[in-house]
Structures are given as C-alpha cells and as structure tokens.
Antibody, heavy 120, light 108 residues
Framework: EAQLVESGGGLVQPGGSLRLSCVASGFSFSSSEINWVRQAPGKGLEWVSFSSSTGITVYYADSVRGRFIVSRDHAKNSLYLQMSSLRAEDTAVYYC?????????????WGQGTRVIVSS | EVVLTQSPATLSLSPGERATLSCRASQSVSTDLAWYQQKPGQAPRLLIYHASDRATGIPARFSGTGSGTDFTLSISGLEPEDFAVYYCQHRRNWPSFTFGPGTKVDFK
C-alpha cells in the first residue's frame, strides 16, 4: 500500500528552526514529485513547496522562500523540509503530498500530517 | 493568477439528501480541476480529478462536472461519513497548487 508518513513537528520559538521528514513506502519515490502543503488552525490548504522526482528542481511559495529548504534522500525514500526563521504564521499542520503521475495537476496521496507550533 | 471561489461556505443537509457544491475559477482551467474531502483531524483525500474522474476507491455517489470556469461536485444520497469539508484545486499557477476556501457540509 502506498503511504507517506510525516514526522518532526513540534513546538519551536519564533526565529527557531525545525526539520520535517516525509517517508514514502509502497511506490516509487524516486519517480514521484512530492509537495509540502500546510493548513493553519481552522484555515484552508496552502501549498508550500515542490520537489521534482530527482530533487534537482524545487519551488517555494512566496511566504516561505528564503526560509525553507526542501531536499530528498533517495536511499531513505525521504523528503525533508528544513524550516528556519520561523514565524507565528508558520504554525500549521504540514502535509507531504504526491503529485498524480497521470495528470500532473492534482495530489493523489497525502500523509497524515505533522503539527508545527511557533510560539514563545 | 487564477483564484478559486467556492459556494456555499456551509451546506446544512440531512443524510440521504443530495449535496451540490460549486467551485468557480477566475479564469479558465479547462478540466484541470480536482476535488478533495477532508474530515476533522484527517488529511485531505482526493475524490475527483480532471473535473469528473473519480479517484481510486471513491464511491459512485460522488460525481464531478464542469469545465472552463464553473465546476460542481455532487453527492447523491449523503452518508454519515460524507459530512466533511470539500476543497477544489487547480494547478494553473504552475508550479503551485491553488485551493479554494472550502465548503463545509454539516448536519441540518
């Protein structure tokens, strides 16, 4: 069964750093484009970043560009989101989600999410 | 930038009734429109892609229609597990994924 599992969330002070992980299983991670999508408490879904299947091409939302870095470790079937200079507005549940390989325009597999709280 | 709006914000219905949710794009997205369901405390789940194709394992009571700027998600005969928030999404602002604000289907 295809699965994505996030971890690494927690409580961090403003200005601090945190690294989220997303481990893939049951499908070809090295052939899949993966994104990070977040959801602030009581709010809707916001796209955060994109990683091509190789990890060479990455993109970020304006709200996180320059502060977040996405990377992959193919040996570990893992995607990471290194978050720094965190702000209160980064508080959210962070999901990793796979791009639908047939359409390339929707997200067909989501992890269960990991919660990040930025607060002093 | 292509923006999505969804209506109504909340839809109050009873089990067995038909739900009709609307999603409107500020510019044409052709049929590159998806729908997701999210239950409290859970991740979103893909329901419909390409405007009208059901994702794997999605019951036939869920159907999507539309093209261009106007789309509809219909749920024929609401089951108790269908009470949730529904989001539409497109990728015309490539590479990002743009979501609508959501429609909550709750119990009347």
């Amino acid at each position: 069964e295809a699965q994505l599992v996030e971890s690494g969330g927690g409580l961090v002070q403003p200005g601090g750093s945190l690294r989220l992980s997303c481990v893939a299983s049951g499908f070809s991670f090295s052939s899949s484009e993966i994104n990070w999508v977040r959801q602030a408490p009581g709010k809707g879904l916001e796209w955060v970043s994109f990683s091509s299947s190789t990890g060479i091409t990455v993109y970020y939302a304006d709200s996180v560009r320059g502060r977040f870095i996405v990377s992959r470790d193919h040996a570990k079937n893992s995607l990471y989101l290194q978050m720094s200079s965190l702000r209160a507005e980064d508080t959210a549940v962070y999901y990793c989600a796979r791009v639908n390989g047939h359409t390339a325009v929707d997200l067909d597999l989501w992890g269960q999410g990991t919660r990040v709280i930025v607060s002093s | 930038e292509v923006v999505l709006t969804q209506s109504p914000a909340t839809l109050s219905l009873s089990p067995g009734e038909r739900a009709t949710l609307s999603c409107r794009a500020s510019q044409s997205v052709s049929t590159d429109l998806a729908w997701y369901q999210q239950k409290p405390g859970q991740a979103p789940r893909l329901l419909i892609y390409h405007a009208s194709d059901r994702a794997t394992g999605i019951p036939a009571r869920f159907s999507g229609t539309g093209s261009g700027t106007d789309f509809t998600l219909s749920i024929s005969g609401l089951e108790p597990e269908d009470f949730a928030v529904y989001y539409c999404q497109h990728r015309r602002n490539w590479p990002s994924f743009t979501f609508g604000p959501g429609t909550k289907v709750d119990f009347k």
